[in-house]
């Protein structure tokens, strides 16, 4: 079956790193991504990756193994503002959907 | 760039009464547009999936009869909700995705979404 595995709520301090982990199972594979969505507003996009490594973007950060069906989002330098939930989804081959997770909330304190 | 808007972003409506929602991809041409909801605190849940000029594609328990979709261009696609009941209300989202974008033509980008309230 297909299946995207992520933790429902993490916990992080202002100014301190945090990684939301992600795995999935798809019926082939044709990309990773990522994004941000506030209570009550739509996701935005964050991050795509289709080939193994870590892609970085401001204080954003996205790795992916394909090997392992695994991939990350690294969170550098918290703000108050990333308190949102992060949703992983991974898109199947031969087909434009995407398969979500269950998306992770995340709450940054003071 | 990947700029997608619906309307309206509020609606009311009671029960019985037929819902219209617009998804429009603002600057750039959607080749396929996506329509999700979204209960609170749940992920996004794919209702169906519509190309420019063919039939949408309903997932699996989705009554294609009960939320029709039109996509007759390629910046604009629309959900009606037909005789809309309580538990039809949800958060209703739209994405497209397009050639060119800077995200790439997998990358979905999302519409602000409609808030959709039967009584």
């Known amino acids: 079956g297909q299946n995207i595995d992520q933790p429902t709520e993490m916990t992080a301090t202002e100014g301190a790193i945090v990684q939301i982990n992600c795995t999935y199972q798809?019926?082939?594979?044709?990309?990773l991504f990522w994004y941000q969505q506030h209570a009550g507003e739509a996701p935005t996009f964050l991050s795509y990756?289709?080939?193994?490594g870590l892609e970085e973007k401001g204080r954003f950060s996205s790795f992916l193994s394909r090997s392992k069906g695994y991939s990350y989002l690294l969170l550098k330098e918290l703000q108050m503002k990333d308190s949102a939930s992060y949703l992983c989804?991974?898109?199947?081959?031969?087909?434009?959907?995407?398969?979500f997770g269950t998306g992770t909330r995340l709450k940054v304190l003071a | 760039g990947a700029v997608v808007s619906q309307h309206p972003s509020w609606v009311i409506c009671k029960s019985g009464t037929s819902v219209k929602i617009e998804c429009r991809s603002l600057?750039?041409?959607?080749?396929?547009m996506f329509w999700y909801r979204q209960f609170p605190k749940q992920s996004l849940m794919l209702m169906a999936t519509?190309?420019?000029?063919?039939?949408?594609?309903?997932e699996q328990g989705v009554e294609k009869d009960k939320f029709l979709i039109n996509h007759a261009s390629l910046t604009l696609s629309t959900l009606t909700v037909t005789s809309a009941h309580p538990e039809d209300s949800s958060f209703y989202i739209c994405?497209?995705?397009?050639?060119?974008?800077?995200?790439?033509?997998?990358?979905?980008?999302f519409g602000p979404g409609t808030r959709l309230l039967v009584l």
């Open positions: 994405s497209a995705r397009g050639g060119g974008l800077a995200g790439g033509q997998e990358t979905q980008y």
């Open positions: 798809t019926s082939g594979f044709n990309g």
């Open positions: 990756n289709v080939l193994d």
């Open positions: 989804a991974a898109s199947p081959s031969g087909t434009y959907k995407y398969i």
């Open positions: 600057d750039f041409q959607a080749t396929t």
């Open positions: 519509s190309n420019e000029g063919s039939k949408a594609t309903y």
